[in-house]
């Protein structure tokens, strides 16, 4: 038990206001890790998110520690006024960039801070740009605040080293207006269906009811998602035979009035493309690092 120091004359001095830690390895310390290892000579990143259940914006990732430690004023301004902080610090030798932080829904979920080695003469703009270019992309690999904090990989034995990802990936590139790609697939050696892969994490979570109902009944499902920003539709997953293997669950950013009819007959045609790269669940599943 931590005995409390009193001053005399004084109040106990009190503790910093901190938030409960994200997971271990959580998924968002995950993002931050690739974020480190792609981007040449980058300082800092920092992820001030608020988790459901939490009413602050903690630092829920980063590459400095500081795991936990509540969002500061300037950390808050960022947030409630949707406003970038730009700044040349530590006597001229680094630029911050802090900016509101997205799901790929563009949903507001915290504030992203970056910051780059800077030099006089160095061109801001350049770095800002640079730097929306990374909140660009976790926002596209970012479900919403909550994915964020869940252990990564949710099940200690998944992998994304598979052929399964590499067609994710791929289809993605192919097919840039996408903000959701997942496949739900049952491995050959395994007891349930599972996330196999995916833009937003999440592997090795297990099939809920609803993905579960979507391949025994061969019926798709689909509606509007994150505050109404991002439809998504679910529907089987086929290989080269056409036979059932799973789910994939496919979305796009979206806005009231869109054709939601429309939105099947693209699923499909993704799906149609994906099966003609799957002719097995084995293939799938296999390694392909």
Do not use: C
């Amino acid at each position: 038990m931590r005995i409390p120091l009193i001053l005399l004359g004084a109040l106990p001095l009190a503790e910093p206001e901190r938030a409960e830690p994200p997971p271990l390895k959580g998924y968002g310390q995950e993002l931050v890790d690739q974020v480190m290892a792609k981007e040449h000579g980058l300082l800092v990143v920092v992820m001030h998110v608020s988790p459901p259940g939490v009413t602050n914006y903690p630092i829920v990732a980063s590459n400095i520690g500081r795991v936990g430690k509540v969002a500061d004023e300037d950390d808050m301004r960022v947030i409630t006024t949707g406003k970038t902080n730009l700044e040349v610090a530590h006597g001229g030798t680094r630029f911050e960039v802090e900016m509101p932080m997205y799901d790929l829904g563009g949903n507001t979920i915290g504030a992203l801070g970056i910051v780059f080695p800077y030099a006089k003469g160095t061109s801001k703009a350049v770095l800002e740009k640079r730097a929306i270019g990374i909140r660009d992309w976790l926002a596209h690999h970012t479900l919403d605040a909550g994915s964020l904090t869940e252990t990564y990989p949710v099940d200690a034995l998944a992998t994304t080293k598979t052929h399964a990802q590499k067609l994710v990936d791929a289809t993605l590139a192919h097919h840039p207006e996408l903000n959701v790609l997942a496949m739900h697939v049952t491995p050959p050696k395994g007891g349930d269906n599972i996330i196999l892969a995916s833009n937003f994490g999440r592997i090795g979570k297990k099939a809920d009811d609803d993905d579960a109902k979507v391949i025994s009944t061969g019926q798709a499902r689909a509606g509007a998602y994150s505050n109404g920003k991002r439809y998504g539709v679910e529907l089987p997953l086929l290989d080269s035979a056409g036979k059932t293997i799973g789910a994939l669950s496919v979305g796009w950013p979206y806005k009231q009035g869109d054709d939601e009819a429309a939105f099947l007959k693209k699923a499909e045609k993704v799906r149609d493309e994906l099966r003609q790269r799957i002719p097995s669940v084995e293939k799938l599943v296999e390694l392909d690092p």
